[in-house]
């Protein structure tokens, strides 16, 4: 199993970036798939990026492409997602989530959730 924590929401502004951390417990965690998925409110959870356990492969929505960067160490049990020129679209609650295999874009193949951070953007 594996405990997941997310930080580093908070508010900032159109234009602006945000570095979103998720911490992990447990010896496994290399050997997971790691993702970041978000919801809004009033909508559905949406997967934004997601990374195999290498680092070496790495997903994104349309919606984040070119402005979000996933990225992991392993040595450090950690997933991070970068986020540039956010919109105030963007606004969610940001979960990071584990699961095995390949990076599913659907968030109910995630096996292991964090409790979320809110990350608000302002026009």
């Known amino acids: 199993q594996v405990q997941l924590v997310e930080s580093g929401g908070g508010l900032v502004q159109a234009g602006g970036s945000l570095r979103l951390s998720c911490a992990a417990s447990?010896?496994?965690?290399?050997?997971?798939?790691m993702a970041w998925v978000r919801q809004a409110p009033g909508k559905e959870r949406e997967f934004v990026a997601g990374?195999?356990?290498?680092?070496?492969?790495?997903y994104y929505a349309d919606s984040v492409k070119g402005r979000f960067t996933i990225s992991r160490d392993n040595a450090k049990n950690t997933v991070y997602l970068q986020m540039n020129s956010l919109k105030p679209e963007d606004t969610a609650v940001y979960y990071c989530?584990?699961?095995?295999?390949?990076?599913?874009?659907?968030?109910?193949?995630?096996?292991?959730w964090g409790q979320g951070t809110q990350v608000t953007v302002s026009s």
């Open positions: 990374i195999r356990w290498s680092g070496a492969n790495t």
């Open positions: 447990g010896r496994t965690f290399s050997s997971y798939t």
């Open positions: 989530a584990a699961g095995s295999g390949v990076v599913y874009t659907r968030p109910l193949e995630y096996n292991y």
